[in-house]
């Protein structure tokens, strides 16, 4: 059954409430509503839309009627508004123009991911061990990362005294962005041991692994 | 009981705290025949949205100067005047400065109130002042139809420490620093779809004074600082990136929003002064077509109260956001600006 509501003279954001009780008490498949502001009537779009109903916007002398009908399952929601400054005035924008553009647009190639100062779980000492050798053999492989990214305690490989110190560098001379997050070069008080050029941040890390083709992570 | 005692402060209130604001568009026309007051030592000028003046006195002292008042926002006057305190004083935290002395600028119709309530409402704003560790010093009250208070503000900054909309730099991140909404939560409040929980929680963001946020922060090279408050998320935006001559790229995801307000508002309880100043800034923002209409309403959604936004280097702010989460604050990198179109905002 259609509800008759007359809101005119409520002030927001009682016709919004009232007609939203309507549909609560699941009595009303559609309500008619008189209110006499635009803002009232942009309100009531939003409440139609909430509840997946339709909202037709007639405009009469001094006041709007909004009708709200509670649409069938298949039935797409149809707003229509005679009101087009208050319609929702998103100008498209894809989501593609607004990514930010990774640092090399074209294939960014294989990022190693480094959380950890070992390769693997075990024994430390034997885990620092095992690291280094499969950084210098990967570096010797030819299998050339875009970047290595060291977070948590893998930003100790970059300590000053540090036996990565070598292949680390033999990386970078290499063209790989060898870099460490920021945060945590901050949290393991290594500011002294890093380059400023090598310290990064999450929000470029998040970019060289989304933009990635491959991440290796060992 | 007489009619006096029973009147709530909110009877006759149209619009809340700075929602109470007169919009933009309206400001520059009343303001564009005032003559332009120009001075060496005036360190700001009106073009760029500043949030308070700023004063030269000598090579390492500069006076902040700031005024701001509004409205009963809710029926507690002691809450009232403490969150009208803490919203006046943040205009010389977003200037990098700290309040020194405050005057009470107070509006009170006497016959329609008990006068206990603009005690409370005095008290309320004194409490915020001392926790600011300013000196309140006076004030003027007048009797007018609806209560309004506030605080006119001195603060002092170094001149070289000065916080100005207009030095945001490309590739900055944006650190915002409370969570917003509070436009959207008055209203639901007032249309009983807000819990008490979410309540408390709105009181308590509005009553955090941005003094400390601004001492976390300060630890880094701020770039640029203002604080969100009538004009919505959206329009303090625009000023900084319009005064700054960059485009700021948001991500809606990542902005803080109070208790149970994206759920309000989805149901369509946004107060008029959004879409004020959604007429006002939809031609200066782009939104793809991904970001929901409720994010949308609540990044136009006046603020009171709202919190400091600071322009920074990236791997600064993801340190100042650690320090400034261990403090209890809802700070968030949201978005960042870039080169492009002047004053442009983009939301994905």
């Known amino acids: ?218 | 009981m007489s009619s006096a005692e029973s009147k709530k402060l909110t009877a006759n209130i149209k619009a809340y705290g700075c929602a109470a604001k007169i919009s933009s568009a309206e400001l520059a026309q009343i303001v564009a025949s005032l003559p332009s007051f120009e001075s060496d030592n005036l360190l700001t000028g009106t073009k760029n949205f500043e949030d308070a003046a700023v004063y030269k006195m000598s090579d390492d002292l500069a006076i902040v100067s700031t005024i701001d008042f509004f409205p009963p926002l809710l029926d507690d006057p002691f809450m009232y005047g403490k969150i009208a305190a803490v919203n006046a004083l943040s205009d010389v935290y977003a200037m990098g400065g700290k309040p020194l002395l405050a005057l009470n600028v107070f509006c009170f119709p006497t016959c329609d109130y008990p006068l206990e309530l603009a005690q409370q409402i005095i008290a309320g704003g004194a409490q915020a002042v001392r926790e600011a560790g300013c000196l309140l010093v006076g004030g003027h009250s007048i009797q007018s139809t609806e209560p309004i208070y506030g605080l006119a503000v001195t603060g002092t900054v170094h001149p070289d420490k000065i916080l100005m909309n207009a030095a945001a730099r490309a590739d900055d991140a944006i650190l915002l620093c409370k969570p917003i909404g509070s436009g959207v939560s008055f209203l639901a409040r007032k249309g009983g779809e807000l819990s008490d929980t979410a309540w408390s929680a709105l009181l308590e963001s509005l009553c955090r004074l941005n003094g400390p946020c601004l001492e976390i922060a300060a630890k880094f090279d701020l770039h640029a600082a203002t604080d969100i408050t009538g004009f919505g998320l959206i329009g303090h935006l625009h000023e900084m990136a319009q005064a700054s001559g960059l485009t700021a790229r948001i991500a809606s995801r990542q902005v803080p929003l109070l208790d149970e307000v994206e759920h309000c508002a989805e149901q369509g309880l946004v107060p008029a002064a959004a879409y004020a100043n959604r007429n006002t800034y939809s031609k200066v923002c782009r939104f793809a077509e991904s970001v929901p209409l409720a994010l949308s309403d609540l990044m136009f959604d006046p603020q009171t109260s709202g919190g400091l936004l600071f322009s920074l280097a990236q791997s600064d702010a993801e340190l100042a956001l650690v320090d400034l989460q261990k403090s209890g604050w809802k700070a968030s990198i949201i978005g960042k600006f870039i080169d492009g179109d002047a004053g442009v905002v983009e939301v994905f």
């Open chain 1, 1 to 218: 059954m259609v509800e008759k509501l007359d809101l005119r003279g409520l002030l927001c954001p009682e016709p919004v409430i009232r007609t939203k009780k309507l549909f609560d008490k699941n009595t009303s498949d559609a309500v008619e509503a008189l209110v006499d502001d635009d803002v009232c009537v942009a309100n009531l779009q939003r409440l139609a839309k909430s509840l997946k109903a339709s909202c037709k916007v007639t405009a009469e002398d001094g006041f709007y009627q909004v009708r709200i009908e509670r649409a069938l399952p298949d039935q797409s929601i149809n707003s229509s508004n005679s009101n087009p400054s208050l319609e929702h005035s998103h100008n498209a924008l894809s989501l593609s123009q607004l990514a930010s553009q990774p640092a090399n647009n074209n294939d960014v190639g294989s990022v190693i991911f480094l959380t950890k100062e070992t390769l693997g779980e075990g024994d430390a000492e034997f885990g620092k061990s095992l690291l280094n050798i499969f950084l210098q053999t990967m570096l010797q492989s030819g299998h050339m990362p875009r970047a290595i990214l060291m977070v948590n305690s893998g930003v100790k490989l970059m300590k000053k005294d540090s036996p990565f110190k070598k292949v680390l560098e033999d990386f970078k001379n290499a063209g790989t962005d060898v870099l460490a997050c920021g945060l945590c070069v901050d949290y393991y008080k290594l500011k002294e041991d890093v380059q400023t050029e090598q310290i990064t941040n999450m929000f470029a890390i998040c970019e060289y692994l989304g933009a990635a083709s491959k991440v290796i992570s060992p």
